[in-house]
């Protein structure tokens, strides 16, 4: 891990943990376990969202939001059956690939590592349903659709008022979510 | 006879009109009948909702739904109909009928979308809102397939009329092909539908860009505040019911109106089996209900009756309406009843992508679309098919949902997708559809429904026709994005089911003929003069435009024929 990484690896850690204690109980952290599944397989996809969106200056990282809670979730609940196998075959190419490429589990690497494994993945031709668009399809949605990820990465206007049709975008202006 | 009760059981039973349903030409029957003095009875098949009360979700922040708007797949699996619909979702599916609960017989594929509730599909509908102009109503006997009893002349004080309560936005633009009504502001466009605008207008001279015209209150008037009914707030979370009141729905606007009036009985979990003939009188004399949760029969009785069930449902109360003086179904001396069934045609849709605009973005979430009034075969037949199609036009920036497919991790990735995207511009089309005898409905001879009814069978398809006017919509709308400026342009045809178009017409259509036709131009059944049919069935042709709003206008006015007409004692 260079410093830079290091720096961005401590700022993630901290970040994410102020984050967490300030969470509102609206999250899937508040759900029940979801049946079929570890938590193994819990914590290391909160992991993988999280390197896939991380924390940043101004919002949290997707593991703030308990991504791998609702992607286990919204995997058993709203796919077909295949889509779990799909998703453990996933989990461990990852595993695999980082053990094979840094001799350590996904979550012993340091950021900069992991997001190697998943570049990688990602771009790998593997057995079709390609497992990682799953993860980051699932990833994406829970995100934006979590209060931290709508509010803050974000902008979220509930009660827009007016529809403005031509409004100037400013250099560092967000997308709307829902 | 029955209007003259003389027990106070039958005075219960008793009213001066009784309504079939109370969706949106329903509510407008009642609102109008209760208006004029009235005691109505209105029957609806579905649960009470209560305007506000009874939208559970539409508060709820995304993260406030369990799966974040996505249906668990016992539901999907369970529904493989109405899932279908664009509407049907984790916060809307409690306003959508499930497929087992009333099942019907397709003998060709045909996607049956339904609200059984009050309120019916005026909940959940797309709350767009065009008047026909001549040429809708003057085609089909140019074109040889049916006859409209009556003119746009004619209808035009009726929309003006329904218009004002209900509260249309849009901007007056003065075509000849899409009549002005009356207005509230119309919606903004955006930089990119600014620019689509004027260069499709400069390139085609008959084909206009307009901003798309809709229930929804952007500006409301003192009578929409004396409603209840407040501005619309540019959520776009409609499908969940508005608890601002903003776009019109029975609930919110024509049934309260109909129970200021204090003549209003509303009675939910009423399935009407049949409407009762009275051969002495050859009128109806009321209807034959079933409660939808304890199966027990009643009776109710009044001097005139609306039909007002939703399409289908209106075709099949009335073939099931059989007595010795009609074997075939209530009104049906030849067979007709039934038939002639038609939509609209959903099935094109292009996209295509548009450079540069970067600096340019937009606030809110807007209820409408553009729209292009149809340009083919307006004056004359011109084209190897026969009618023509509305285009929808929108154009909107990529957001954050094209992460899933956009490579890369880490904060970069991030960053990349949080900010607004490349611009997209996308097309659809309404295309009107040709009724025609063979698209009919039917009663199943084989399977009831859970109140002892029989099915409905639909025998509804496409036509060579509809595939001729699709192919020239998919290369008109290619020569228009062109114009544009688009890239990477995609045309695509959805084969889409007809139904979930949700625009069903016919059946039960009106007509100068008795012989060609069910309805007379005051929508009376020709045979039975006491009852009115004025939700979609009525239609005798599809024209181009949401229907609606026709079918609001017509029901004011047959309503106000119907008042009339028992003044003079006529009925």
Known sequence: MNRREALRHTALVAGAAALWASLPTRTWAALAAPAGWDVADETLLTLIGDTIIPATATSPGAGAVAIGRFILTQTNDCFPPEA?????????????????????????????????????????????????????????????????????????DPIPGAFRGSVKRGPGDRSWAL | MANHPTTAGAREHTFDAIVIGSGISGGWAAKELCESGLRTLVLERGRDVKHRDDYPTALKNPWDLPHRGKLPRDIVTANPIAKKCYAFDE????????????????????????????????????????????????????????????????????????????????????????PDGEFLPAWEMNDVEKHAQAKIMG????????????????????????????????????????????????????????????????????????????????????????????????????????????????????????????????????????????????????????????????????????????????????????????????????????????????????????????????????????????????????????????????????????ERLLKDFLARGQEMLEAVGAKKIVTRDSKQNPGLDIHEMGGVRMGRDPKASLLNRWNQLHACSNVFVTDGACMTSTGTQNPSLTFMALTARAAQHAVAELKKGHL
């Open chain 2, 91 to 178: 916060a809307t599916a409690h306003f959508f009928v499930k497929d087992a609960e009333h099942p019907y017989e397709q003998e060709k594929p045909y996607d049956w979308i339904r609200g059984y509730q009050v309120g019916g599909k005026s909940l959940i509908w797309a709350r767009q809102t065009q008047r026909w102009s001549r040429f809708d109503f003057e085609g089909p006997a140019r074109d040889g397939f049916g006859e409209w009893p009556i003119t746009y002349d004619e209808l035009a004080p009726w929309y003006s009329h329904v218009e004002r309560f209900a509260g249309i936005s849009g901007n007056y633009d003065g075509l000849e092909t899409l």
């Open chain 2, 203 to 466: 390139a085609f001279a008959d084909r206009h860009v307009i901003q798309g015209r809709c229930a929804h209150l952007t500006a409301p008037k003192p009578q929409h505040l004396a409603q209840g009914r407040g501005k619309c707030q540019a959520r776009n979370l409609c499908y969940r019911g508005c608890p601002f009141g903003a776009y019109f729905s029975s609930n919110s606007a024509t049934l309260p109106a109909a129970a200021a009036t204090g003549n209003l009985t509303l009675r939910p979990h009423s399935v009407v089996e049949s409407i009762l003939y009275d051969d002495a009188t050859g009128r109806a004399s009321g209807v034959r209900v079933i409660d939808a949760v304890t199966k027990q029969s009643t009776e109710f009785f009044a001097r005139i009756v609306f039909v007002n069930a939703a399409c289908l449902n209106t075709n099949l109360i009335l073939l099931n309406s059989r007595s010795a003086r009609f074997p075939a179904g209530l009104g049906n001396d030849h067979g007709l009843l039934g038939h002639h069934i038609a939509f609209h045609n959903y099935r094109g849709s292009l996209w295509g992508s548009i450079e540069g605009f970067e600096d340019s973005y937009y606030s809110g979430r807007r209820p409408t679309q553009l729209m292009m009034p149809n340009f083919r075969n307006v004056r004359k037949q011109e084209t190897d098919f026969q009618r023509g199609y509305m285009v929808f036009f929108g154009a909107g920036r990529a957001g954050w949902q094209s992460g899933a497919s956009t490579p890369g991790v880490g904060a970069a990735f991030k960053d990349r997708i949080t900010r607004p995207g490349p611009w997209g511009i996308s097309m659809m089309m309404q295309g009107e559809t040709v009724p025609r005898k063979e698209n009919h409905v039917r009663l199943s001879t084989a399977q009831k429904d859970a109140w002892g009814i029989p099915q409905l069978v639909t025998s509804i398809g496409y036509h060579d026709n509809d």
């Open chain 1, 84 to 156: 779990r196998a799909t998703l453990r075959r996933g989990l461990s190419d990852i595993t695999a690939s980082s053990q094979q490429r840094f001799g350590k589990n996904f979550s012993a690497l340091d950021v900069g590592q992991r997001e190697r494994v998943l570049t990688e993945y990602e771009t790998q031709s593997v057995a079709a349903p390609h497992p990682f668009r799953h993860i980051k399809e699932l990833t994406v949605l829970g995100y934006f659709t979590a209060e931290a990820g709508a509010t803050q990465a974000l902008r979220y």
